[in-house]
């Protein structure tokens, strides 16, 4: 019932990808391939900072750095690989991220922090 009441909140869709080798002759390659398709989820944005420490010139100054914290929501069923790419389509924009943390997994859902992606590392 609760997972229920979770996946009811999911208003977004998601493409997931994996970078994976595979061998051509003698030599390896990699390639992207698409793990899963349209799959219901939930992103969600918050705001956090980091406090920083810099010596500049032998004086220390604080500075305060503000992080944008991207958490996408998914079903139980799915299995996300570490460094997994993800197109989500949000409001009607599909924006690309890329997987930066381990996936945290609990009974109803799935938790994800992600990062906006640039290109396969």
């Given at each position: 019932m609760v997972k229920?009441?979770?996946e009811s909140l999911y208003t977004d869709l998601c493409n997931i990808y994996e970078y994976e080798e595979y061998t051509e002759g003698s030599v390896t390659k990699h390639r992207?391939?698409?793990k899963y398709s349209n799959i219901k989820c939930r992103i969600s944005y918050s705001t956090g900072s980091i406090f920083n420490k810099r010596?500049?010139?032998?004086?220390?100054?604080?500075?305060?750095?503000?992080?944008?914290?991207?958490k996408l929501f998914?079903?139980?069923?799915?299995?996300?690989k570490e460094g997994s790419k993800f197109e989500v389509t949000h409001n009607g924009a599909v924006i690309v991220y890329c997987k930066s943390s381990a996936p945290a997994v609990y009974n109803n859902h799935i938790e994800i922090y992600l990062d906006n992606?640039?290109?396969?590392a």
């Open positions: 229920n009441d979770i992207e391939i698409k010596n500049t010139n032998e004086e220390y100054t604080d500075a305060y750095k503000l992080k944008e914290n991207i998914l079903p139980t069923n799915i299995k996300v992606y640039k290109e396969w």
